[in-house]
């Protein structure tokens, strides 16, 4: 299983050349496994009544695929000061770093205020601090995780150089009940889903599909049906407005923004068969993109804006085919596998991921859109809708649990996944996850 | 065709023999009987030259004493004369007439001597222009000799001109290959002096290395097992640095990171920094706390192939640190 190879180098030169001895040795270490940074996150001090941020921070830093965490119960020190933190304890239980940290109450009712201090146990005897922060506010009593979310974020990005995304959101759909009062709810929460960050943007007796988030976090779209009519909705935060963006006879669906949040790529079928349209969010000017008697669908613009990739049967079986933005000549991408579809880009444009069947399922592949060469990162065998995190690290999509559809994400090394439990949700599906905010 | 002297002498004889019969004829026929004498003198030369044998010329006598007979014949005959005037008037008409016709016999004689010697002068004018031809032929054969002799001079004289170039140069040569040979020569002794020289020096060293191994050996270890230590206690680093290392999940395989590591005596890790950057900080930060993680090292058997400062190249893929 683990297959090491070790080499020596440069060794017996220097030792014939000098009597005695060489005064330095050079050897090479090669290893082809991966390693998560194992890491402790120590319970904060902090009222048993706040949220336990400590936990937060290591499901959040466990769940990115980038560390493995010391369970608390083989702690054999809870330390609360870095004074107090002895490396040795730590190091004979394989730890690199320790975070220790303090959450006392906010400015506001409800709110905290976290402090927290990174340390590093492997170098020397003595621990020593790599990083620290204080005043980190939780707004209130169910955005206290916010703060959580934050302190996984500094710790993240300190120790792998990534920008971390546990302080994102995401959107996605669920729907309750049997057939005969079925509900569908918009929801927006945490990155990680909890229950408690959750809050619907709209519910529905009719389905509710395909939310995008536009570039800027600021708005976002999504399919909606009106008495058995398929419409394109964007919602703006900021007014709260939920606006009617298109609404054309047939089919009305799958929208995508474009990088600079201009235009909307939507899948239109009024002209008799499904095409993919352009249309300008200010003026609602319309471009019909592709013309193809076959169903051309879930469009995705690549992160430069100049060539649209979407899904297409004219083939005969779902694949995936390019086209410029403004129209043109297409291309097909992809040629192995019975169905390839629904395409995103991750944010850096370095994969496209999208679902692949090869005979033995749906999985969630990624295309290196460099070499076009393809690997599959889940592990589920009805996965779908895979959309990127914004640092480009993970993939967040629809799996088959259980008791129904339910969320999922992946590391782009397809290593660690996570499902994203919805205790009492009959299915959850179609997550779309939110950019960086601005602040950030 | 070459008129031969020998002619010439037999037509003055004739001419000779012809005036002295004139006289002597008078003389016989002192009796007056003239006629038999005319008679006897008309002579055909074809005839006269067929008489010849038996009157020859005296091989010996010259035709300028052929001359001197007939004056001293006629010197003798004035006394003669004048007691037959009459008969010798008579006979001088006839002598005349017969003069005349000697004279012209003669004049034809002398036509046909005439016509000889042209012929002979034309004959020894064509042997002239024969000899003329005959020279300048000899001429030209000879200016054409000479010129050969000249050209066979000149190319004697550049064959011996080259001659003499090619000794000079193989004088030269000769002398660059002595002076070669004697540098070649100077060179072997200085390089036998060397090689003296260094087998000396090497004896020399050869002398301390063993004392020196003898020392070793009686102190503690020989260079040789102390960098066949040194070598298994690299084996150990690697492994125990290979157990401590392994790259962060979603960095590439192409990647590497140079670390420089400083070591205690007792193995553990004083300092590890990367100087090699990866250009990813989590990859460069694993393979640093892969050192830290692996500290205290293992230690080589004898503390004298120890030493503290290890440069270690991490990569997912070996070729990479080649």
Redesign the interface.
């Known amino acids: 299983m683990k297959t090491?190879?070790?080499?020596?180098?440069a060794?017996?030169g220097s030792?014939?050349a000098l009597?005695?001895?060489?005064?330095?040795?050079?050897?090479?270490?090669?290893?082809?496994?991966?390693?998560?940074?194992p890491i402790a996150i120590v319970p904060f001090t902090q009222d048993a009544a706040v949220t336990d941020i400590a936990q937060i921070v290591d499901d959040d830093l466990k769940h990115s695929?980038?560390f493995t965490t010391l369970p608390r119960e083989n702690m054999l020190e809870k330390p609360t000061d870095v004074s107090q933190i002895n490396a040795h304890n730590w190091?004979v239980l394989?730890m690199?770093n320790v975070v220790i940290g303090k959450v006392v109450p906010g400015p506001n009712p409800g709110s905290i205020s976290v402090s927290f201090t990174l340390v590093d146990v492997?170098?020397?005897d003595s621990a020593t601090v790599i990083t620290s922060g204080d005043g980190i506010i939780g707004p209130d009593k169910n955005h206290q995780r916010t703060a959580a979310h934050q302190v996984a974020d500094m710790i993240f990005e300190k120790?792998?150089?990534?920008r971390g995304v546990f302080n994102t959101q995401i959107a996605f759909v669920t729907s309750t009940g049997g057939v005969a009062n079925r509900r569908f709810q918009m929801i927006i929460s945490d990155s990680d889903g909890y229950v408690g960050s959750q809050h619907p943007i709209a519910t529905s007796r009719e389905p509710l599909m395909s939310p995008a988030w536009s570039p800027d976090g600021k708005r976002l779209a999504f399919v909606g049906y009106d008495r058995g009519y398929s419409a394109i909705y964007v919602q703006t935060w900021q007014t709260g407005e939920l606006k009617k963006f298109v609404g054309e006879r047939g089919i009305n669906g799958a929208p995508a923004w474009s990088p600079d949040g201009s235009k909307l790529a939507v899948t239109l079928s009024f002209e008799k068969n499904p095409d993919i349209y352009v249309i300008d969010v200010a003026t609602g000017g319309r471009t019909r993109i592709t013309t193809d008697p076959g169903i051309d669908t879930e469009a995705t613009w690549t992160p430069d804006g100049q060539n649209i990739v979407f899904t297409s049967d004219r083939g005969g079986q779902p694949q995936l085919y390019m086209v410029p933005a403004g129209g043109g000549a297409q291309t097909r991408l992809t040629f192995s596998g019975t169905r390839n579809e629904d395409p995103a880009f991750s944010p850096d444009g370095k994969w496209l991921a999208l679902v692949t069947n090869d005979g033995s399922g749906f999985h969630i592949g990624l295309m290196d859109w460099q070499s076009r060469s393809m690997k599959v990162i889940s592990d589920g065998s009805l996965d779908e809708h895979p959309r990127f995190a914004p640092n480009s690290?993970m993939v967040i999509y629809t799996t088959q649990g259980r008791s129904g559809e339910a969320l999922r994400t992946a590391?782009?090394?397809g290593?660690?996944h996570q499902t994203l439990t919805q205790p009492g949700v009959q299915d959850v599906r179609e997550p779309a996850w939110a950019p960086f905010p601005p602040n950030q | 065709m070459i008129a031969q002297p020998r002619h010439l002498v037999q037509a003055a004889i004739l001419h000779a023999i012809l005036f002295f019969f004139l006289f002597v004829g008078v003389q016989c026929h002192q009796d007056v009987e003239p006629v038999p004498v005319v008679q006897g003198v008309l002579i055909d030369p074809n005839e006269l030259k067929n008489l010849k044998p038996p009157t020859p010329p005296t091989p010996d006598k010259k035709p300028d004493d052929a001359n001197e007979g007939p004056q001293q014949i006629v010197k003798d005959t004035d006394v003669v004369a004048d007691e037959a005037k009459q008969k010798q008037e008579k006979a001088a008409a006839e002598q005349k007439k017969l003069d005349d016709q000697k004279a012209e016999e003669q004049k034809q004689a002398e036509a046909r001597a005439a016509e000889e010697q042209k012929q002979k002068e034309e004959a020894a004018k064509a042997e002239e222009l024969k000899q003329q031809q005959e020279a300048q032929k000899q001429a030209a054969e000879q200016a054409a000799a000479l010129k050969k002799k000249q050209q066979e001079e000149e190319a004697k004289q550049k064959a011996e001109a080259a001659a003499a170039a090619a000794a000079d140069e193989q004088r030269k040569k000769e002398e660059q290959l002595r002076k070669e040979a004697q540098e070649e020569q100077q060179a072997q002794a200085a390089a036998e002096a060397k090689r003296k020289q260094a087998e000396q020096a090497q004896r020399e060293a050869e002398r301390r290395k063993r004392a020196?191994e003898l020392q070793k050996q009686l102190g503690a270890e020989s260079?040789e097992l102390?960098?066949q230590m040194?070598?298994e206690?690299?084996?150990q680093?690697?492994?125990a640095?290979?157990q401590a290392?392994?790259?962060?999940?979603?960095?590439d395989?192409t990647l590497k990171a140079q670390l420089q590591m400083v070591l205690a005596q007792n193995g553990t890790v004083q300092s590890?920094k990367v100087v090699g950057t990866s250009g990813?900080?989590?990859f460069d930060?694993?393979v640093v706390?892969?050192a830290?993680?692996a500290?205290p090292m293992p230690l080589p058997r004898d503390p004298?192939?120890?030493?503290p400062?290890?440069?270690?190249?991490?990569?997912?893929?070996?070729r990479n640190?080649?």
């Open positions: 090491t190879l070790l080499r020596i180098a060794l017996a030792l014939m009597p005695g001895f060489a005064q330095s040795l050079s050897i090479s270490v090669s290893n082809n496994n991966t390693r998560a940074q695929g980038m190091k394989g690199d492997l170098h020397g120790l792998t150089g990534i690290q590391t782009i090394d290593r660690v | 020196e260079a102390t960098a040194q070598n206690w690299a084996a680093l690697t492994a640095l290979q290392w392994a790259r962060p999940p979603g960095t395989q590890a990813n900080v989590a930060d694993s706390r892969a830290y993680r500290s004298s192939a120890f030493v400062n290890i440069n270690i190249c991490f990569s997912p893929n070996p640190c080649q």
